[in-house]
Structure formats: C-alpha cells, structure tokens
C-alpha cells in the first residue's frame, strides 16, 4: 500500500456512476455519482436522512444496488453475487461503524487478529505482532486484553478502526464513526484518521465534522434526498458554495 | 462403610425408618444402578438435545422455506404433545416394527427413552436457541460481514457465541427440565432411578422412605447442574454484554 502511488497512474479506485436504491417506497440514492482516486480523502456530508451511510454499504456490498454502477479496483460490486467474490471484495475494502461494533465477546487484541487470522488465513504469530503494532499506530497499547465493554467510545472507535487496518485494506469506509462520541474523545479519532489519510490511505468519509472534512478531505461532496448537490475541494465547497442548497446547509452547521 | 451400614440397621431396629440401600448390597447395588442410569440418560439427552436443538435452530434460519416449515413443524409436535405419549409411541408404535438381531430388538427401551427425550428436549432447546440468535444485534453481523467472514464464520464466530450468552439461564431450566422428565422411562421400564426405587419399595415396603430417598436424589443431581451452568455463565461472561 505504501509506494504504490507513486508510479501508478492516477485512476480513481473507487467509481460510483448513477447509483439508484430505495426501501420499499423510500428512495435512499437518487442517482448518485462519485470517484474517488488512490490517495485521496473524501468527504460526504449532508443533513441526516440523505443516503449517506446506505452510499456507504453500497460501495463493499453490505447493501446491494437497484440501478447503477460501483466499481472499487477490479471489483464490479454491483455484479457480484457470489459469497466468495463479495468476500474478495471485503478483503480490500473496509468499514468503520458508527456504534463501533466490535465483537464483544473478544478482547481488543482479538477483535484485531480474528479476521486475519479466519479470512486472509495468515499465521497467528505474524498477525499477533501486526495487532500490537496497530494498537500502538491508534495509541491503544496496554489495552490489548481489555474486552470492548472496558474501553470508552472513543477507545472502542479506534480498536475498530485498529481491526479494519489489520485486514490491510485498498479504501476505508468510515460511517460517521465519531456522532456518537462525546467532544474529547471525537478528538482522539480525529487525530486518528488524520494520521491514515496523511500516510496515503484511502478513504471515503460520511462525517458532520465540518472542521475536520474541511482541513484533512481533497474533496467533499454535498448530498441531500439522494442526490450529490454540489461537489469540490473543501476550498471551493466551504468557502464559495455556489448552490443555494449548500450555503443554506453550511450557515446552519458552522 | 461397615459404620454406616451399621448405623442404619440400628436405625431401623430403634425406629422402625427402613433404609436397606445402607445395608442391603442387593438393594444398595440395584439402587446405585439405577442411579447410574438416570446420570447415563440424562448425559445422552443432554449432549444430543443441545446438538439436535442448535441444528434444528439453523434449518429456522434457512433460506428454503420447505425447510423451515419442516424444522418448525417437528418443534411443534414435540412441543405440543405429551411426553409420555411420545414415548409410548416410540416403544409401542415403532419399537415392534424395528428388525430383530438375533432374537433381540435392535433398539431395548434405555435406547428409546434416548430419543424420545432427546427430541422432546431439542425442540424446546430449539426455540431458546432460536430466541438467543434473534437477540444478536444485526449491527454485529454486518461487521462480520464487512471484514469478510463467510456465512458459517459469521455464525460460528460471532452469532453463536454471542447467542449462546443470552441463552444461558433458559438453557439451564431445560436441562433442569430434561434431568426430571427421565423418570417418565419408567413406563417403558428403563431400569433408572425412579424404576429401581420402585422395586425396592414394593420388595422391602418401605415407600416413605424411598420416596424421600429419591427426592433428594434428583435434588443432588439438579444442584450439580445449577453449579456447572452458573460456572460456565460466569465464565462466560463479558463486560458490557448480556447483563
């Protein structure tokens, strides 16, 4: 992961064309398209309700599409039906959730190795050692036998985010992984993430954190009842929004 | 031994209480038969209903209705009849229609009573199985998903484990319910606990007495289990889960 931009050609590894879902008679995505290149941070923010997070799962298949295209590397998600192809897809693709949702039945250091070790089928001692190494990168070292219920939110949040690095992810998908923390922890996955997208990884973020989409995204997306309003770098996007929709947005959350 | 062998005949003598198991090596030894073989049927019951049970809870979950609707009609016939009909009609009903191997049935009653109350104790572990899967968050499983476990992983890694916390204390009622109900094979005269202090009490007329015998028999081997299942749920027990 780490020196292959360099010479790579730049091609968006995430490509999401015209993508439709609904829920019954509720349409979530109306439509929506996005690309995202390797290296490269973005952001996806918008009021609640807006499709985000369903985007989100659309994109490593924990929510098949109704219409529409979403490529990530090699994989065409939207025709994967196989368990065996979605599983390659997952491989390369990680997720953060909001609620964290580490297995509670398995110590830090054991929510970290367990897919290593079950899924890529790596050795056990190799996988130890990287589980380590991840809880120092999100400054959680001596916490490795404490069970999920034992951390705060925002300890839990970064064993999460610990877990999915293990899998040695292409793109990380964070789903508003800091709404359910209070003020002072939000800072320390803040910091977190931060640091992953400075070290060139990619990820797509569904966030409310203005600030922080502002400072760390190379581009953000506005969306609204399924559909993208506006698009830009977070410049263009925060500093001169050129829809009516965005800047009715933007004065109501900064 | 021979002390309290002892005790017991003077006992009997000074106050009439007549507790042969104590002295008699006959009675003593088709008591503690019949206690090994209520331990032995309770043991197979148990192990094979908790198989049987999680099974049958799976086929629940199964995408092919035919196979749910068979898995959920086997839960409710075993669920809605009397065991003690059941077992008559695997005995009576089935029993005869079984070949013979060398002039004996394949099958004698001990076997019967096995899967009589095997069946009946994994419908009901069934549908506690059931309940335990419905209460693991689905949360939990779109992040098995989403770190790439199959389908099997999914359930063996995280939705069992997590199911089997919660289903703990009802697990623990039915194996209650399991050890008590293995009296009902002596109508098919399984030679266990209940079947053996009968013999006794008809032989040595001493009913009262054998009868409290046998409560604080099956007292001693419930409180066995109540222990190993509080046991376990401790030890299985997780911060910030199931409490």
């Not at chain 1, 959730?97 to 039945?105: K, R």
């Not at chain 1, 996955?189 to 600030?211: K, Y």
């Not at chain 2, 697990?171 to 050890?179: D, F, I, P, S």
Request: glycine share 6%; charged share 20%; proline share 4%.
């Amino acid at each position: 992961m780490s020196d292959a931009g360099l010479d790579a050609p730049i091609v968006p590894i995430v490509r999401i064309v015209d993508v439709h879902k609904s829920f019954g008679a509720v349409e979530v995505l109306r439509g929506i398209s996005l690309a995202v290149n390797r290296g490269e941070a973005v952001c996806v923010i918008g009021p609640s309700g807006s499709g985000k997070s369903t985007l989100l799962r659309c994109i490593n298949g924990l929510i098949p599409v109704d219409r529409g295209e979403v490529f990530v590397g090699a994989h065409a998600v939207h025709k994967l039906r196989a368990d065996q192809e979605m599983i390659a897809l997952r491989k390369d693709v990680s997720i953060v959730f909001q609620q964290y949702n580490l297995f509670p039945h398995k110590t830090a250091l054991e929510n970290i190795m367990m897919a290593p070790i079950q899924v890529l089928k790596q050795s056990k001692e190799e996988v130890e050692a990287r589980a380590h190494e991840l809880l120092k990168k999100v400054r959680l070292a001596g916490k490795e036998n404490s069970y999920p219920g034992e951390l705060s939110g925002g300890q839990q949040q970064r064993v999460a985010i610990a877990r999915a690095l293990a899998m040695r992810p292409s793109v990380m998908l964070f789903d508003e992984v800091t709404a359910a923390l209070d003020p002072e922890t939000r800072k320390e996955v803040l910091v977190t993430i931060r640091q992953l997208v400075e070290e060139g990884m990619t990820s797509i973020l569904v966030t409310h954190e203005m600030a922080f989409a502002r400072e760390i995204a190379h581009n953000v997306y506005f969306t609204d009842h399924g559909v993208i309003v506006e698009e830009g770098t977070p410049a263009q996007l925060f500093g001169s929004p050129q829809k009516e929709r965005t800047r009715a947005f933007l004065e109501q959350v900064l | 031994m021979d002390d309290i062998a002892a005790w017991f005949r003077w006992l009997h003598q000074t106050s009439g209480i007549k507790l042969t198991i104590f002295y008699d090596s006959y009675d003593r030894s088709r008591f503690l038969e019949g206690f090994a073989t209520t331990l032995k049927l309770s043991a197979y019951c148990l192990i094979l209903s908790l198989l049987l049970g999680a099974f049958t809870a799976w086929l629940c979950g199964s995408k092919i209705a035919a196979v749910r609707r068979a898995a959920n009609g086997f839960v409710q016939l075993f669920r809605n009849t009397p065991p003690l009909v059941q077992l008559y009609f695997f005995y009576f009903a089935l029993g005869p229609l079984l070949p013979k191997v060398g002039g004996m049935p394949l099958l004698g009653s001990l076997g019967w009573a096995v899967i009589s109350l095997t069946l009946l104790e994994a419908a009901f572990a069934a549908e506690i199985f059931r309940a335990g899967i419905e209460a693991v968050p689905r949360a939990m499983i779109e992040a098995a998903e989403s770190l790439g476990y199959s389908r099997a992983q999914v359930f063996r890694l995280v939705v069992l484990p997590l199911a089997l916390r919660v289903t703990m204390p009802a697990m623990t009622n039915n194996l209650v319910n399991l050890v008590k109900t293995t009296t009902l094979a002596y109508a098919i005269a399984v030679p266990e606990l209940l079947y053996m202090s009968a013999q006794i009490w008809s032989e040595q007329v001493n009913v009262p007495e054998m009868m409290v015998v046998l409560l604080i028999s099956y007292v001693a081997i419930v409180g066995i289990i109540n222990q190993v299942m509080q046991w376990l749920e401790a030890r299985l027990r997780v911060p910030g889960f199931g409490q």
